[in-house]
């Protein structure tokens, strides 16, 4: 029975049906919303795949009888990861495939410079500071709401330069997208679009030491982003950086609290944090699985013919803890060889906020745990909800006691 990838059964324990797909072969049949897909687990098989030209991001690159393929399989489900999308969101480098994913990562990757991200480190520390100053009078708090969600969210806005009181709309009207709402999504794509588009305008105008003003700016050269490619990367930017990193902060917090011989080792040597976080990204990941493919032509993969027009779904937190590839990779290892894990992807799509991710990660659980030492879990770990989403891998709370 192919694995239904929005079960209730599989968002509480995704992993122990992943070693079981793992030991009978890398890809297999799965659904998604009644939808048929392919599900890559294995690390090898996942690995290739992230870079293989021919499973594109871009529904459009399909040929005739390939895209027909696409839509007699969407007659069978709800619907479908983004895909309905106005092109005013989906026209950026993640929904994009070589040549065009090259020329939009060129313009992107200019504004998005490491200068920009090393520029964050202060802002971080003040921000997770005055989160943790807000514990003061505090004997539990819900690590997710309290603390793994409001970092990035503050974060992405400064880095960016979009002032609070646009996002409070924003985030209302952007949440029935990313959970995939068909029957608010078109009200709310419209609410998204405007104050994009408003907050362009406004970079425009007065432009600033922000991402979006770096990103208005290519605008006027030759080439350039577009009006819409504008809005549609400022969304990507905006999306991309906030859940994953919340639940990486969030599923990190957990495993360590679950583990108390590895928190004791970083609580004793906190030098170990790059490493740390490292191996946790590796193992409980925000990510479950890589953005959906389709197959432009037909690709074999294992004993496997994927057709194209066939949906394909890399799952990077099975490649994650693939025996294979990884020694007994159930257990946290901060001694590990490092560096290949797939938490940010692999290739030309590798994570472009990678580098800013690790940074709030590793500050977020530093300071956390120094400043609370005798931090322990406020509930039973088996009563803990997960994320009603197989793309994320994230807990709903996470109450702990700080002392
Ligand atoms: C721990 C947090 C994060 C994780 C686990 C994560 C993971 C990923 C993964 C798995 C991909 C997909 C690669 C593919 O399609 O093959 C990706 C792409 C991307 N991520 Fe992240 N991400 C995180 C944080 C961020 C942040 C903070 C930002 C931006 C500020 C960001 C921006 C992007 C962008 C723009 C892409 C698309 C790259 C492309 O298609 O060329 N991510 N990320």
Redesign the pocket.
């Known amino acids: 029975m192919p694995v239904d990838l929005c079960s209730a059964e599989f968002l509480r324990d995704p992993h122990s049906r992943y070693a079981e797909m793992r030991a009978r072969g890398p890809v297999h049949r799965a659904s998604y919303n009644g939808r048929p897909v392919w599900l890559v687990v294995g690390y090898d098989a996942a690995r290739r795949a992230?870079t293989d030209p021919r499973l594109a991001?871009d529904p459009d690159s399909l040929g005739p009888r390939e895209r027909q393929r696409l839509r007699a399989s969407a007659r069978s489900s709800r619907t479908y990861g983004g895909y309905q999308l106005p092109p005013e969101l989906t026209g950026?480098?993640?929904r994009s495939d070589p040549p065009e994913?090259t020329r939009l990562?060129r313009l992107?990757g200019r504004s998005?410079r490491p200068r920009i991200v090393s520029r964050m480190r202060p802002e971080i520390e003040t921000i997770v500071g005055s989160l943790l100053d807000g514990f003061a009078d505090r004997s539990v708090v819900d690590i997710v709401a309290d603390y793994a969600l409001p970092l990035?969210l503050e974060?992405?806005c400064r880095?960016l330069g979009i002032p609070a009181d646009d996002m409070s709309d924003f985030r209302a009207a952007a949440a029935v997208l990313l959970v995939n709402d068909q029957g608010r999504w078109q009200e709310s794509a419209t609410v998204v679009i405007d104050v994009l588009r408003r907050l362009m305008r406004a970079k425009r105008a007065e432009p600033a030491e922000d991402l979006l003003s770096a990103l208005a700016a290519t605008g006027h050269e030759d080439g350039g982003l577009t009006e819409d490619e504008l809005t549609a990367t400022a969304w990507?930017?905006i999306t991309?950086?906030?859940a994953?990193?919340a639940?990486?902060i969030g599923n990190a917090v957990l495993a360590l609290l679950t583990d108390p011989v590895r928190l004791a080792v970083l609580a004793s040597a906190p030098q170990l944090i790059d490493r740390a976080v490292e191996e946790l990204?590796r193992r409980d990941?925000?990510?479950n699985l890589?953005?959906v493919r389709v197959a432009t032509e037909p690709v074999e993969i294992g004993d496997v013919t994927i057709d194209g027009g066939e949906l394909v779904h890399?799952a990077?937190a099975s490649a994650n803890r693939d025996p294979a590839h990884f020694e007994d990779a159930e257990r946290l290892d901060f001694e590990r060889r490092q560096g290949d894990h797939?938490?940010?992807?692999?290739?030309?799509?590798?994570?472009?906020?990678?580098e800013?991710?690790?940074m709030?990660?590793r500050i977020a659980l530093a300071r956390l745990l120094d400043r609370f030492p005798n931090l322990g879990l406020a509930t039973d770990p088996a009563s803990l909800r997960w994320q009603d989403t197989p793309v994320l891998r994230g807990v709903e709370t996470l109450p702990v006691r700080l002392r």
């Open positions: 992230l991001r950026n480098l993640s994913h990562r992107v998005y990035p974060v992405t880095l990507l930017l991309s950086g906030y994953t990193t639940n990486t990204l990941g925000g990510v890589a953005p890399i990077v797939l938490a940010f992807g692999h290739g030309m799509r590798y994570c472009l906020g990678a800013l991710a690790r709030e990660t």
